[in-house]
């Protein structure tokens, strides 16, 4: 079975599926494979009928935690069923196990698949999961914001963490991920990242698929500079213990973890996306499109910044106002916090000073 799984784990990573379709499909089909054993059958000889009673024994079972381990539990009698996400996903992991098989000229496998294709097993059918309609994020009120914070008050971390997402409207996996690599002073396509607790300002790089190599610097204030470095300590004590996937979805983690509560003091729940709608509808009142767009690490035109006509005519007053603030982050980071820190324009300071 250790022989079949590999192969078709390699035959996943070769039809390009991402790492956690990879670990989730693999959890599933060594599962089901564990199930066929207790049953007296074979992964390589399974029919439709062992794949409906493996759904219904996922049916009856509860996981539950002790400690650090999870345990799983029959109950015969529960109402509760799977999700029809996880039963979907059950049987796409099956289905892509059956294509493998078939792909290695298997003709047992292949006759299943043709069946399949021809819809002649109800078991194998994808639900269609009720549609949600999803809303746009809205920027939270400076009061909203206020509370939000006052709901990690009792962790010191948790509330650096929301403060500084609140502060930079950055992505989440930029304040982790990211940050880390700054913290490490990594050096991505040639580009120095760093953070300077001295002069309160970090190098990151933009986490954005589509347009990688692209860095903005930072700054902060003193007033959460104890925020900023207990939140680097923190992401840099987890970095050692936690999944590179998880990791990089920290903040997320942590919002969801009190969702709840936040709901009950502003009325919704929340993730990260809408402090940076919050932060982009905040800044817009106070600087120009350009330094928004900066400021959140928006997409701009690469070649317009490693052009030296380009270079040269924002020197002489004209060109892109984004190559103008990106041909030289450093100096947009000054200005940024000329603007926002030294004159106080930066909507934080009057969430922070709210009573």
Request: hydrophobic residues 35%.
């Amino acid at each position: 079975m250790m022989r079949f799984l590999k192969k078709y784990i390699q035959h996943l990573e070769r039809h390009d599926k991402s790492r956690r379709t990879i670990e989730t499909y693999s959890y599933f089909i060594t599962d089901f494979a564990k199930f066929l054993n207790e049953n007296s059958k074979n992964i390589l000889r399974f029919t439709p009928y062992d794949v409906e009673e493996y759904l219904d024994k996922l049916n009856k079972i509860k996981r539950i935690k002790i400690g650090k381990e999870k345990y799983d539990v029959m109950e015969v009698d529960r109402n509760d069923k799977i999700s029809t996400y996880t039963e979907n996903t059950v049987k796409s992991a099956v289905i892509s196990f059956i294509k493998f098989m078939a792909s290695t000229g298997d003709e047992y496998f292949q006759q299943m698949l043709r069946d399949i294709k021809n819809e002649m097993y109800d078991i194998f059918k994808i639900k269609t999961r009720k549609k949600v309609i999803k809303t746009f994020p809205r920027a939270l009120t400076k009061n909203e914001v206020k509370k939000v914070l006052g709901v990690f008050n009792d962790r010191a971390e948790f509330y650096s963490g929301v403060v500084l997402l609140f502060w930079t409207g950055a992505r989440a996996g930029e304040l982790t991920e990211k940050l880390y690599l700054a913290l490490n002073e990594e050096v991505i396509d040639g580009v120095k990242c760093y953070v300077d607790f001295k002069n309160q300002k970090f190098k990151i790089e933009t986490e954005k698929r589509d347009d990688k190599g692209r860095f903005r610097v930072l700054p902060w204030c003193d007033e959460i500079d104890e925020e900023v470095k207990t939140w680097c300590n923190f992401i840099k004590e987890k970095k050692k213990t936690w999944k590179d996937e998880h990791f990089r979805r920290l903040l997320d983690t942590i919002i969801r973890q009190r969702a709840k509560r936040i709901e009950d003091v502003i009325g919704y729940r929340i993730s990260p996306k809408y402090a940076r709608y919050t932060v982009e509808t905040e800044l817009r009142k106070v600087l120009p499109q350009h330094y928004v767009d900066y400021w959140l690490g928006h997409k701009y035109p690469k070649e317009l910044i490693e052009s030296e006509d380009i270079i040269l005519k924002i020197h002489r007053g004209v060109g892109s106002p984004m190559a103008t603030v990106y041909s030289d982050p450093e100096m947009t980071c000054e200005h940024l916090r000329d603007e926002l820190i030294v004159k106080r324009k930066h909507y934080m300071f009057e969430v922070l000073y709210l009573k």
